[in-house]
């Protein structure tokens, strides 16, 4: 257990319904970044925030994907009209400035289903 | 555009010999490169980073090196074991505090 958590881990929806998903960074760290993996692929950036505010997103990000931090601690990740090819993993991971590293401490993840 | 490779095929090798997975990128100038790994399920776990100036990094059984003229990044673990068997992503700074991951690369070791 990293101490990040995300929920739900498991989510199971139609095409066209809208989706949310949670993470909860650890308490101290600044930045959160969220991801998307498929089978095979490495994590894909999507979005990541410094404290509460966003300071990118991906390119490759539909509009019908939108994430916030509203207070700077937990953050939400919503996916608005829900397609097939948006099945996925959905990672968060968390970072603390104060670390050397700039490692990134990955929550278990949200596995999406789309039917 | 900016490209990372590892090894797309699975590696497999035998206990108590040396792993040897491969990072290759083009296109990019990173600060650092930071090497996860990544069980069947789970999210990635942070291994090792090494900087731009640094030619080596170690830590236990890991060794990371990074040539920034070829553009590569090799990770070796020695004396593999079977609970070493996952997958290895490496991971490059892609500007702004962007992190831009490898698809990784699968390593099994056969008692």
């Known amino acids: 257990d990293t101490g990040v958590s995300q929920d739900p881990r498991h989510k199971i929806t139609k095409r066209g319904q809208n989706v949310t998903f949670r993470c909860d960074p650890i308490?101290?760290?600044?930045?959160l970044y969220w991801y998307r993996q498929t089978l095979g692929q490495g994590p894909e950036f999507l979005t990541y925030f410094q404290n509460e505010a966003q300071l990118e997103k991906s390119r490759l990000l539909s509009d019908r994907f939108s994430a916030e931090r509203p207070k700077g601690s937990f953050s939400t990740l919503e996916i608005q009209r829900t397609e097939q090819g948006d099945s996925a993993m959905y990672l968060c991971?968390?970072?603390?400035?104060?670390?050397?590293?700039?490692?990134?401490?990955f929550g278990p993840g949200t596995r999406l289903t789309v039917l | 555009s900016q490209k990372i490779e590892q090894n797309s095929e699975a590696l497999n090798i035998q206990e108590g010999k040396t792993a040897t997975l491969t990072c290759n990128y083009t296109?990019?100038?990173?600060?650092?490169l930071q090497w996860y790994r990544q069980d069947p399920g789970r999210g990635p776990v942070f291994l090792l980073l090494?900087?731009?100036?640094?030619k080596e990094k170690r830590k236990e059984r890991l060794k990371v090196t990074f040539d920034t003229t070829l553009k590569q990044s090799l990770f070796h673990i020695t004396a593999s074991q079977p609970a070493d068997s996952a997958t290895y992503l490496c991971a490059l700074e892609g500007g702004g505090f962007k992190t831009i991951f490898g698809a990784g690369t699968r390593l099994f070791v056969k008692a």
């Open positions: 296109n990019y100038s990173p600060a650092y």
């Open positions: 308490s101290e760290h600044n930045r």
């Open positions: 090494i900087r731009e100036n640094e």
């Open positions: 991971a968390s970072v603390s400035l104060a670390g050397l590293n700039n490692e990134q401490f």
